[in-house]
């Protein structure tokens, strides 16, 4: 039973940071694309950025590009989302998701196989 759970949100001031963990179980996730998406009220589930977990490749949507940062620790199952710059047109849910391909990376939620709960951000202008 594979099993996301995010954590780390919270409230923040424009430009200020924060890091948010998605501790994966359940399963062995070097086969797996894990990617962050955030929602915010009103608007469609948006993709922000994804790592292929083996070969450790990261990808970013436009609007986040060199302002967050993904990562992952084999050692603790966990894929981390740096967040600096922080903007308040990124107050959203984030979510965490997993899919069992190692190669595609799509921007697609209904691609993707597994959800964590989410995890808010609100960052105050």
């Known amino acids: 039973q594979v099993q996301l759970v995010e954590s780390g949100g919270g409230l923040v001031q424009t430009g200020g940071s924060l890091r948010l963990s998605c501790a994966a179980s359940?399963?062995?996730?070097?086969?797996?694309?894990m990617a962050w998406f955030r929602q915010a009220p009103g608007k469609e589930r948006e993709y922000v950025a994804a790592?292929?977990?083996?070969?450790?490749?990261?990808y970013y949507a436009h609007s986040v590009k060199g302002r967050f940062t993904i990562s992952r620790d084999n050692a603790k199952n966990t894929v981390y989302l740096q967040m600096n710059s922080l903007k308040p047109e990124d107050t959203a849910v984030y979510y965490c998701?997993?899919?069992?391909?190692?190669?595609?990376?799509?921007?697609?939620?209904?691609?993707?196989?597994?959800w964590g709960q989410g995890t808010q951000v609100t960052v105050s202008s």
């Open positions: 790592i292929r977990w083996s070969a450790g490749i990261t």
């Open positions: 998701a997993a899919k069992y391909d190692s190669v595609l990376v799509p921007a697609t939620p209904d691609l993707y196989d597994y």
């Open positions: 359940g399963r062995t996730f070097s086969s797996y694309t």
